[in-house]
């Protein structure tokens, strides 16, 4: 399976776009195609610029907000935060942009063309305000955090900018915006984890959700804006993580994903005992709520994910066996300039130690093609790791320099575009080859998997994913739905899905 994420919802950029297909309306809300194929969690590319609409839509009779988001699924997990709070003021999201008394963007720095295209869609946003001028607009998120009082100079649209850790801020700024003063909240916090908050859900299945156990990013890779838009790293209580696995599997749902940029760095100590638990521990903790619970994570540094998590892993059925273990280059000299504090070897060893330990369990990656200095050696070592990693997915990206970060401030970004894209294409295709050789494997093979509902395809059809989280396609039976597990014997696949049908 092939994706990348975060900037392609730019249609100019969509050097990797193969299997799914989606745009933003010009007019009005933003339209998308939902990809079958499109299995990834952390990054979830098909999702880029959709609006948030809670389940009772029509409860508020207030104000009516519109709620637009980019980027990475933290973001997305975020803007079910936000919905929750002005909920709490008995505002109600809309999904009609016409209705909206306040219009939200809620966005994404991590490459160029990501800023962009949300400049793009700011743009759009001018001609709601000509209507209907009492109309309020903000901007949240990373970018927000990111230029801070810039935004408000340079589009003069902007009512108000609130950064990651300024949700709880915004019916204050809302209310300052109302009286026509133009707001503005970017503080980090070392504390906030919104732990307390109740998520409104934003998924459209009712089987799958995101807890977020972790904010921030201490890690510093050289070409990463995270660190400088999220903040320092801190984790969730354990308590409230459970608490709301707890209650999602209560309301039907079946499958969590854990999320953070590195949730193999959680560490939460209650402060009333001291005791300190880990990744490993909360990741049995959630699991052991009920087996009929699956529980995913993402993302995972290799630095980071110890044979305690794998054991872990293997000891449960209900842990998925997927892992997303970004390795963003395959030379270790590049890897060093990106400050990713682990080598070639290292990252193999961690390859290795998975197949020994899980030896079911399917990996994924990000790359970035064109860090600055990469030669041509280098990049054959990228190719050359996927061939060994066996990814069954990536998302692949060609070098976008951020101001600010390590890499702007110290390296030059010295690889031409031309070349940057021709490596980021034999990447790409390299990860076809794999992706299908991979898919190719499973035929014959019969596998869990959990109904998610209709395929895109067809209404007599089912789509889910099985524990590796690839997306199966398969023949509806009386008597199931979404949210029931199904065992499905694998007949045929592509390098994106596969197909089959249900053995008893
Ligand atoms: N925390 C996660 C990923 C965060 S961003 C991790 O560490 O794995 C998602 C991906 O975007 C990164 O893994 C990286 O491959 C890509 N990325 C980040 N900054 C980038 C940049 N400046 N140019 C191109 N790709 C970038
Ligand atoms: Fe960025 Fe590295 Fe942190 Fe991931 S681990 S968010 S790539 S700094
Ligand atoms: Fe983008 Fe921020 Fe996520 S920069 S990838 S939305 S953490």
């Known amino acids: ?55 009772d839509d029509k409860s508020s009779n207030g104000r009516r907000f519109y709620l637009e988001s980019y980027g990475c699924q933290m973001n997305f997990s975020d803007s079910e935060i936000v919905a929750s709070i002005l909920a709490d003021e008995g505002m109600g999201p809309t999904r009609q942009i016409e209705e909206a008394d306040i219009i939200l963007i809620n966005t994404c720095s991590i490459r160029e063309k990501a800023e962009e295209s949300i400049r793009k869609r700011l743009k759009e946003f001018r001609i709601y305000k000509k209507r209907k001028p009492e109309l309020l607009v903000g901007v949240l998120g990373c970018m927000a955090e990111r230029l801070k009082s810039k935004f408000l100079e340079e589009e003069q649209l902007v009512d108000l900018v609130a950064g990651p850790d300024a949700y709880r801020d915004l019916p204050g700024l809302l209310r300052k915006a109302e009286d026509g003063d133009r707001g503005i909240n970017v503080f980090l916090s070392r504390e906030e984890t919104y732990a307390d908050i109740s998520p409104m859900r934003l998924d459209e299945n009712g089987v799958t959700a995101f807890i977020s156990i972790m904010r921030g990013c201490d890690n510093m890779c ?24 707890r209650d999602l599997f209560e309301r039907g749902y079946r499958e969590v994903t854990l999320l953070g940029q590195n ?8 402060p009333e005992t001291g005791e300190v638990t880990n990744f490993a521990q909360l990741l049995d903790m959630v699991a052991a709520l009920d087996t009929g619970l699956r529980v995913r994570f993402s ?101 976008s320099e951020r101001p600010g970060t390590p890499a702007a401030k110290k390296l030059k970004d010295d690889v031409d575009m031309e070349t940057k894209k021709r490596r980021l294409n034999e990447i790409i295709r390299l990860q076809n080859q794999i992706s299908h050789r ?47 597990y199904v065992r499905v014997k694998i007949d045929n696949s592509s390098s994106a899905t596969l197909h089959g049908n249900i053995v008893a």
């Open 299 to 399: 993302t995972s540094h290799p630095k980071d994910i110890t044979d305690e998590v794998l054991y872990t892993m293997a000891s449960r059925n209900n842990i998925c066996k997927y892992i997303h273990l970004p390795v963003q280059s395959g030379s270790s000299r590049i890897l060093e300039l990106m400050n990713r504090t682990y080598d070639r070897d290292w990252y193999l060893g961690r390859i290795e130690a998975i197949r020994r330990i899980i030896p079911d369990c399917a990996v994924s990656s990000d790359i970035i093609a064109g860090f600055c200095t990469e030669t041509e050696l280098d990049h054959q070592e990228t190719l050359s790791i996927m061939e060994l990693a066996d990814y069954s997915m990536s998302y692949m990206f060609h070098y």
């Open 222 to 245: 050289s070409f990463c804006v995270v660190p400088f838009t999220r903040g320092r790293e801190r984790s969730r209580s354990s308590y409230t993580i459970l608490a709301e696995a």
């Open 438 to 484: 991979h898919n190719q494997r499973d035929v014959g093979m019969v596998y869990e998997v959990l109904i998610e509902g209709n395929s895109k395809r067809s209404e007599d059809m089912f789509k889910g994913r099985n524990s590796q989280n690839k997306m199966v396609v398969f023949d509806k039976k009386p008597g199931l739905k979404a949210g029931d």
């Open 1 to 55: 399976m092939v994706a990348s994420h975060g900037d392609n919802f730019d249609m100019t950029n969509c050097h990797s776009v193969f299997y799914f297909n989606f745009a933003i309306s010009k007019t009005s809300f933003p339209v998308y195609y939902k990809s079958e194929e499109n299995s990834h969690q952390m990054l979830d590319e098909h999702l880029q610029g959709t609006a948030i609409q809670s389940v």
């Open 263 to 270: 949730v193999d760095s959680y560490k939460w100590q209650n």
